[in-house]
Nanobody, 122 residues
Framework: QVQLVESGGGLVQAGGSLRLSCAAS????????MGWFRQAPGKEREFVAA????????NYADSMKGRFTISRDNAKNTVYLQMNSLKPEDTAVYYC???????????????WGQGTQVTVSA
């Protein structure tokens, strides 16, 4: 069992940066791929990025490549999402997720956090 708690969301101006953190508890954290999804109002939850259990492999949604960076620290049971050059369309609730591989989908995710709000003003 893995419990996930996100933090780091907030309000930022367009072009700014935020770093989200996801603290995990549970013995099996280091054996899971970890990822981030987001959901904007009225839209489906979409994949953002994922990282393998070792940190050696990553996967990004095309629209996030070059702006977002996912990383993890297994010693701290924490995964991060560094978001740069933020745009108003990045406004959403961001969810931490854990699953078997870096090719996460909403159906392939075993564990979810409760989400953290990110709002980007124009």
């Amino acid at each position: 069992q893995v419990q996930l708690v996100e933090s780091g969301g907030g309000l930022v101006q367009a072009g700014g940066s935020l770093r989200l953190s996801c603290a995990a508890s549970g013995r099996t954290f280091s054996s899971h791929a970890m990822g981030w999804f987001r959901q904007a109002p009225g839209k489906e939850r979409e994949f953002v990025a994922a990282i393998s259990w070792s940190g050696g492999s990553t996967n990004y949604a095309d629209s996030m490549k070059g702006r977002f960076t996912i990383s993890r620290d297994n010693a701290k049971n924490t995964v991060y999402l560094q978001m740069n050059s933020l745009k108003p369309e990045d406004t959403a609730v961001y969810y931490c997720a854990a699953g078997a591989t870096i090719y996460l989908t909403t159906q392939r995710t075993a564990y979810w956090g409760q989400g953290t709000q990110v709002t980007v003003s124009a």
